[in-house]
């Protein structure tokens, strides 16, 4: 199972940018997929997450300006992020909880994507 990430970049405060990650390989179901974030010396926090409901979950420093979606026939998940501020600046990990067969969930982690927001 492999997570791909894309859609990161520069962008100057107040801008927009909007993230994809696409799940592949042998997948059951995905019962929850989402997106965390890491900035220098802080540690990874969860920013947002979409379950298999569609119910979803935000950190209070995005609720708001951040939207999560999901393609479910496609096991893709998108971030769109509006209203970018200089404190959104980090390494963005996609981040899906799965089953590759009728048993046991798993997490997997996708390769960070950087965004910066700055002027």
């Known amino acids: 199972v492999q997570l791909q990430a894309s859609g990161g970049g520069l962008v100057q405060p107040g801008g927009s940018l909007r993230l994809s990650c696409a799940a592949s390989?042998?997948?059951?179901?995905?019962?929850?997929m989402g997106w965390y974030r890491q900035a220098p010396g802080k540690q990874r926090e969860l920013v947002a997450r979409?379950?298999?409901?569609?119910?979803?979950n935000y950190a209070d420093p995005v609720k708001g300006r951040f939207t999560i979606s999901r393609d479910a026939a496609r096991n893709t998940v998108y971030l769109q992020m509006n209203s970018l501020k200089p404190d959104d600046t980090a390494v963005y990990f996609c981040?899906?909880?799965?089953?590759?067969?009728?048993?046991?969930?798993?997490?997997?982690w996708g390769q960070g994507t950087q965004v910066t927001v700055s002027s």
């Open positions: 979409i379950i298999t409901d569609g119910e979803t």
């Open positions: 390989g042998s997948i059951f179901s995905i019962n929850v």
């Open positions: 981040h899906a909880i799965l089953q590759v067969r009728v048993g046991p969930q798993y997490a997997y």
